[in-house]
């Protein structure tokens, strides 16, 4: 056997494209971060420094600019289905492109009880997100959020786990349970690529569902609630195939207080930072046993 | 001239503090993180290892745990001044102490369009702050908010600027102004340390303030668009005294898209990360010149 | 179709396993980050809150600690090769295990041009990298390192690439070519699983054969330069069945200071963060095409 | 009263400058970080939006790029100082300006024993600072370091320290010293602002006094330990005027192993994040109380 390479791709990372619509005097923004990733044969480029058949990241960058401007920002999800067109059509050997895109929310600012038409404050929180990637054949949009941190006070037990010699923790009856969910649902393709979708609705939508089941579902582990969160949006949802989650538990000890004469049933906690539990699960569409 | 012990000080930093307060159904929660330090004639520690006069930093933590149940925190400036007060009294030698605390906002989960009563989801965007400096004497509190990021897409200009022969930057008559600020205002000082006052009340009102006029200033620079919001704050509110700003001038760029055939009258910008502009100012209260 | 759960896995993430190994007065010095996830029939957990099967992710941590005691830590791969063993063992429904582990290196002091015996200071640079993953079958060990930062100040070019009608960038004949490299090589399954390969020499033998190689070797590319990179080491590694890069291209721009009358033939950059190219590469062992 | 303008600056922060000097086929490199700050009468910019007086930062941009290669970068201390006095002979209105430098440590490349010409491997560790504060009279220059991390396995005890009722800290007589610690040192004015000072050595010389200072120091506190590294660098450094210390106590706690039957004399450790100690001292020159 002799050495060969393998898979491989490149792109531009991490393009901070921010987007004014001012057809009116009330400007709208988007503010997103644009990553974009080409493969296919390229081999030349990396066995004998050949560059003819790759596009430069530095025109993968302009071309996202422009096509903020060209096809516009309704939505994250249909500026990645248009700029992966573009991308794909431009780099004949290319199979396969992938376009992240991470948005940040604006809120207008509030002036005498009304929004103000073009001064906005960032609104903080979660990061919306989409990854779509686009072969010559079709294409997949797996849509999501990260750092929606979620807290619930009290609703939440660990108990009647699985003990060996080096365990430790008691079971505990009521607890914090918390955590900065990242959460991405993978949509059913559409027979036009989803052109027709109204992506935000689905977004605010999920978002909502998310966090009502959070608050909601009396939890007996971290996994019971993203498992339940996850079918509160399959049944929802039809045009959603599969939602997964990570999900770090932030651990929130209840200090103890007894050696200064005080109880603290529950009122006063420290916030940990690491180790953290991590918890992954994908709730999907299939045969139940 | 001898080598001899300067200032100095020392302290917890970083104590995340989160409590609940559970009296009732409908839980409340503050999220805090908290450092404390001592500083007055600790010099023995320093010179000669002698420990007998420094309370621990260990101690200094279970004091902030504890008095977020003793005392309990109903705004940051209140429980400071109380952290403050013990650690103040339970060290002979100190002649000051500062508590610095940071306060992250959550917000009730909606379901079904209320509020829940004991799951939260972190709202994200600016930090309030705290700091409380403390001595034999009295008090001084200064309090502030930081990481607030707001942008204008319009209604900003900077031009008719001091040129050298380094300078390169034509003038701009309609550019994006964004900054993520930090601001800081000084209360005078009350005869009761403040206990009297609502601080959460004037935090609510110097923020939205901050906000208003930055969103209704026309800003030939970001010193002035500072100035008038310092302006502002100190007007409406005579019971601060002094406001400061450290306000990153967060450059967006206009793209340009002519080599694409593509006009760009203000909509597509690439934000930078570095360098960016640095201003700081203080308005105060004096005579004026 | 129904409703089910998918891939799924639980553990700890980010402890901080500091060990010292004290047998002599001469001591040494291993700090981890160690991440562990079990993954198996863990469904009750999920749709039933049953949580009979789970070995707690506290657990997990108790063992980590308790590991770098009973078993010590020889090379990170050793310790996580027994690591991994033991959750294994502990938890019978799990079908296999990953151990993750960074490795912060530390020098000795030096004190009267001698390294001291118990005083350290963080090496910086690069972090020494594996990921363990053991099913009841056997192990697969990928160890490597992140944020290598190299530099090459000249021998680099990019030209010839393909064009269209967004690319702007011109040929570069001489650039700087810089990037935080990630580096993971996936190594030969011993019948062992490798307890008696030297992990350590390994690492350095590798690490030492990428610095050279990029040094020596004139770059058409990126990519070009990361496949000869891992063809050097699969060269020279039989044990290494594969090599796979992921290399931001950190961006170093000339300044154009022709305005200012003076000339810049290669010696004032400014670095860029974002955006920066991202190149990602596998070399592997199979037939040459 | 009225409402005035009080203390205000502005400038660039964050210039990425990278200095590649190729006089000869052996390049060196430096690689920067660069802020400047001017102060003065720049009242109007504020209450007026009149900007003739202000000195653009994006000029200070180009001016800190252009000096890299008029001037050239034989330290950061001279290379600030030269900036600076460029700075403030630009700006009629300025009485000041102040300089801040970060510098990233490279090396050369290591092949086949000898260091590569042009390329190179960032260190990493601690990163070298100045501050450099110029005015119309004359030049002060404080110059450190910050994030050296140093450990000491053995060596430190705490004990014998104030107690109160909230103290749960037993003694330690044998414990994990370790901070990541930032220093900075004044230089006495020179009659030239120090041009025709070694920076570099007198940077490398104190970093290696601080090292052996912190390892053959027996430390009853990490007070004790900064005193006795001051001490070290005033008495070997007479052009050195003060020296300030800001270091938190990175802590080490024992990983309790009795309830899995093992004993733990100082092997295992878990490194915690927050909260932390803080303790900063000066030391400096005066008469001995």
Redesign the interface.
């Known amino acids: 056997?002799?050495?060969?390479?393998?898979?491989?791709?490149?792109?531009?990372?991490?393009?901070?494209?921010?987007?004014?619509?001012?057809d009116t005097e009330r400007?709208e923004?988007r503010?997103l971060n644009v990553?974009t990733?080409l493969r296919g044969d390229?081999a030349a480029?990396?066995?004998?420094?050949?560059?003819?058949?790759?596009?430069?990241?530095?025109?993968q960058?302009?071309?996202a600019?422009?096509w903020?401007?060209?096809h516009g920002i309704s939505s994250p999800e249909d500026y990645a289905l248009a700029l992966g067109g573009r991308l794909l059509a431009?780099?004949p050997v290319a199979d396969g492109v992938t376009v992240k895109v991470e948005e940040c929310a604006?809120d207008r600012?509030?002036?005498?009880g009304a929004g103000?038409d073009?001064?906005?404050?960032?609104?903080?929180?979660?990061v919306r997100t989409t990854t779509v990637d686009l072969t010559r054949d079709g294409a997949q949009v797996v849509s999501g959020l990260q750092d929606?941190?979620?807290?619930?006070?009290?609703?939440s037990e660990?108990?009647?786990?699985?003990?060996?010699?080096?365990?430790?923790?008691p079971d505990a009856d009521d607890r914090?349970l918390a955590t900065a969910m990242r959460a991405e649902w993978r949509y059913v393709p559409g027979a036009d690529a989803g052109s027709g979708r109204d992506w935000n609705a689905t977004y605010d939508a999920v978002r909502?569902l998310l966090?009502?089941t959070?608050?909601?579902t009396y939890?007996?582990?971290l996994?019971?609630t993203?498992?339940a969160m996850?079918?509160a949006v399959?049944?929802a949802h039809d045009e959603i195939a599969?939602i997964?989650f990570a999900a770090?538990?932030k651990h929130?000890f209840l200090?103890d207080?007894a050696?200064?004469g005080?109880d603290?049933?529950?009122?006063?906690?420290?916030?940990?930072?690491?180790?953290?539990?991590?918890?992954?699960?994908?709730?999907?569409?299939?045969?139940?046993?």
Do not use: C
């Not at 056997?1 to 001012?22: D, Q």
């Not at 073009?118 to 979660?126: D, I, K, L, S």
């Open positions: 056997m002799g050495i060969v390479l393998g898979p491989n791709r490149y792109g531009k990372a991490e393009n901070r494209v921010v987007r004014i619509v001012r400007h923004i503010d990553s990733s390229f480029a990396h066995t004998d420094g050949d560059q003819s058949q790759v596009l430069p990241t530095d025109t960058k302009n071309t600019f422009a903020a401007k060209k431009a780099t604006w600012i509030e002036v005498d103000h073009h001064a906005f404050v960032r609104r903080g929180g979660e929606l941190v979620v807290l619930k006070s009290t609703g660990f108990k009647g786990f699985l003990r060996d010699e080096y365990t430790t923790l914090i909502a966090l009502a959070f608050a909601t939890s007996r582990a996994q019971e993203l498992y996850g079918r399959l049944e599969e997964s770090p538990n929130h200090v207080l050696p200064f005080l603290n049933p529950g009122e006063v906690f420290i916030a940990a930072d690491r180790p953290y539990g991590l918890i992954e699960a994908t709730v999907t569409r299939g045969e139940e046993r």
